[in-house]
């Protein structure tokens, strides 16, 4: 523990802890409504949670908050720790965010956001873009004023990306998204008119579902997830969720027809909940004590998904050990066999149901349309002829409808522009970071055959665990891989990995 | 719904929301650590509800709060309903306790009993009464002045008693217990003279927990309990927990060589679930959505877990269905001595594990003790004394141990004093209840025998569960009952039944 060396810190550190109360309050909340509480709850339940985020809201804008920041920030010599000072300006930032927007602007943006989430599941049942598009349009110009009111250079989509990358810009991501989507066209190509195409079929048995909730635990327990600290639930939409170090939940979804539903959703979220269980004890009851960003968190969950769970080695450990909860399923069915399955690619509609080599086809093309709204270059009008372009050009695929293409996702009827790039940001970051272990851990391979995945575990948290949000994105990634952000790695490991499995060159 | 006529109505309304809020809030942490929350993340837990109580408190004592009961208590005229005039009414009662105890006070007495309850703990695990006393000592010293500060009339134990039971004195109780004891005594004696004494060896093979699950749901679901605003849920320690009407909670434990704690545990729990589903909706996110009080709440989980479910034409019903559960454990146990074994009565040392004859005697050796601690003219150094005592006297047992006597309840330890006399004061509401429902349901045991336990299940909610805390003990049992509380019908109950059942006269 740190020690606190003033009245100063140490009354600051109160107020954080009472902030902190507010967020594991809130997530419990989240956590409790998304798994197991009764249906008819619900509405009271919304009530609940907005009061709380509106007290917290309060008290993190409040006079209480400002005093802090200013006596901390502006403290000179050694008696407040540097935890602390970090602290602050992690919640500066927030306090200024929140701050700078005008109370009627958010009121009315929080009004418009409910109820739009509402028109949004409607339009997209119904299959009608323009029930959705004047709130989305409405949306849009508020994600543009937002901009404003925080302040941005060069382009207003910076300001909004700093919610979830902070550091990351337009004229970044440009440079970054151009390569990988040149880069992954040819491979989909390839993939696509390859005839050493995987059987699939053994893949859809009926396997039954506390069958593979005991796999899921089976998994967990080999990725070093401590259940002490944890434990694991079935919900609709999967998600882990942090409350503190000491308790962090996952949850998954069952789909009996589909085994790898739970199995590398299970691995995915495990991902999510190593990173928070791991984080340095000294950041507890901070705000630091999370993650650092969107996408660094992502690529915990893509690493552990897709670098490990669809390892070859991952599976010759654990593909017996599948079979004793599913005996007849893989009858007759080689080890290569399963794992050519279980990495199929091909181009497909939905996002979410995306594999590894295509998904950040999807999110690029996203992050070129949201660009684009934020800039004023493309009118909410024009989205769904947009985006059904894009997808053949970059996918080969045209949707069927707009309830399959650009009304598949709930983010922007929330407002939640700039979020997107976190996807494939974290799929590169999960790419480099697995480049800079293996030189740590020249037996990467061999781990993972053993089931010994505690020193990949341990590198990860030596590298980006324990910071959790103490360090940017930019720092961690350059200080764990030597360099900045480059999506080679990500580009080199699917050629590699797809040229082999659907053999072409 | 109720129409809410001014704007001061409507304010204060938001003001309870927010209350409510919290309570809710409040009672998912404590739902959640009861039930499935991880255990390192406990001392982080304990931070937070924590914090969640005192923003509470401070809400409940504010000025604001102050302002609010001001205006409506003292508002003129018909634009303020009579719901939130009565809301008020509470609310300024916890508004007065609260703010008589000097703040210093309330701390240096929740620093206390916070640790008391691990002294508690470590004293009875070391059967060391004399390490618990000066705890104890202090915390009879704070309840004594708490009377001081609250104000009584005539005794300080009723100052104490209106926190469990409002309108509950002393003098009353000492008249109702007398009679009870005295009703009791012989009884207890008769049974354990009897000769006709229950086989009962077949209660205890292995009874799988999912088992004894799936029975405990079956029997929910014949209590009419809702399942889309309710769930079961396993715990160390059974409750039942309303967060609000729609969200209802039971939890209950599985021994699996005593199929009756889940069973007799799950009703029981379901009766308090029945209460606090059924609560009138207009009384929702007020502080009148709640029970009456500790009595009139434990006379609904006794109800059903002795009038119905340890009714002979209960298990008429539901034998067979118990048996699918566990096929060979009750071959030749005929239903006659499946029923006389659940009904099983005789003196024991600890009241949680008390049979239904003998546990009043429990509850009234500890009122007669708590009174004269209070006035004073009981010392804790003697407690021990006067427990095995009256020990002997009432139930004709001697603890071994004071871990097994004076020192088996943690209630103290938190300083719950005026607590118990609830549980005995259930049990005569209940008899009372049943008695008054009998007039107006003459069909009851065809009712229980077919399983159709929504008419008994109405008749409570009619008369007890829908007005909540709007209506004060003594007025829901003169309503429901025509009289005022009466312990006779508890006795004339147990008197038939036990006779009966142990053959003596």
Chains 1, 2 share one sequence.
């Not at 070093?224 to 939409?237: K, M, N």
């Not at 922007?412 to 740590?440: C, H, N, R």
């Not at 480059?486 to 797809?498: A, F, M, R, W």
């Amino acid at each position: 523990m740190t020690t606190l060396n003033s009245d100063l810190e140490q009354a600051f550190r109160s107020h954080l802890k009472k902030i902190s109360s507010y967020e594991q309050a809130i997530s419990l909340l989240n956590w409790d409504s998304r798994t197991g509480a009764p249906k008819k709850g619900m509405d009271e339940r919304a009530d609940v949670s907005g009061t709380m985020a509106t007290e917290l809201f309060k008290i993190k804008t409040s006079d209480e908050t400002a005093k802090y920041l200013h006596a901390v920030l502006g403290h000179q010599g050694t008696d407040v720790s540097a935890t602390s000072k970090q602290a602050a300006a992690e919640l500066k930032k927030e306090y200024d965010r929140m701050t700078k927007i005008p109370e009627d602007e958010f009121q009315e943006y929080s009004i418009l956001t409910a109820k739009s989430e509402n028109v949004w599941e409607e339009a997209k049942e119904a299959d009608d873009f323009a029930m959705f598009a004047p709130y989305l349009e409405k949306i849009v110009d508020f994600s543009r004023r937002f901009a404003e009111h925080w302040g941005y250079e060069s382009h207003p989509y910076n300001a909004l990306l700093e919610d979830y990358e902070p550091g990351m810009t337009v004229e970044k991501l440009d440079a970054i998204f151009a390569k990988v989507r040149e880069g992954l066209i040819p491979l989909v190509e390839g993939v696509t008119s390859s005839d050493k195409k995987p059987e699939t079929d053994f893949l859809f048995s009926t396997f039954p579902k506390d069958k593979q909730r005991a796999f899921s635990l089976d998994v967990l327990k080999q990725m070093t997830y401590d259940f002490e600290a944890g434990r694991l639930d079935e919900t609709v939409h999967p998600f882990a969720i942090g409350l503190n170090p000491n308790d962090v939940r996952v949850t998954t979804k069952y789909d009996e027809s589909d085994f790898r539903t739970a199995v590398f959703g299970t691995i995915h979220e495990g991902g999510h909940a190593l990173y928070e269980q791991n984080i340095g004890e000294e950041l507890a009851g901070t705000i630091l004590s999370d993650g650092a960003s969107m996408g660094i968190h992502e690529s915990q969950s893509l690493f552990w998904e897709n670098f490990v769970g669809r390892h070859p080695k991952f599976w010759e450990k654990n593909y017996e050990l599948l079979q004793t909860y599913a005996p007849d399923q893989f009858t007759g069915v080689s080890l290569h066999d399963f794992y050519r399955a279980i990495n199929e690619a091909k181009p497909s509609l939905i996002r979410i149901e995306a594999d590894e080599l295509t998904y950040c086809l999807h999110i690029i093309l996203r992050y070129e349309m949201e660009k684009q709204l934020i800039e004023g270059s493309l009118k909410v009008k024009d989205l769904p002829r947009v985006w059904n372009e894009k997808m053949q050009e970059y996918l080969g695929v045209i949707p069927p409808s707009n309830a399959k293409g650009v009304l598949q996702d709930v983010h922007w009827a929330f407002g939640a522009f700039g979020y997107f790039p976190s996807y494939a940001l974290g799929y590169i970051y999960a790419a480099q970071l697995k480049a800079a272990m293996d030189k740590d851990l020249p037996a990467f391979d061999e781990l993972v055959e053993k089931g010994d995945l505690k020193p990949i575990r341990e590198w990860m948290t030596k590298n980006i665990h324990q910071y959790g949000r103490s360090r940017t994105p930019i720092e961690l990634i350059k200080e764990a891989t030597g360099e900045d952000i480059n999506p080679d790695y990500l580009l080199q490991y699917l050629s590699e990995k797809y040229k082999d499995l659907y053999q072409f060159s």
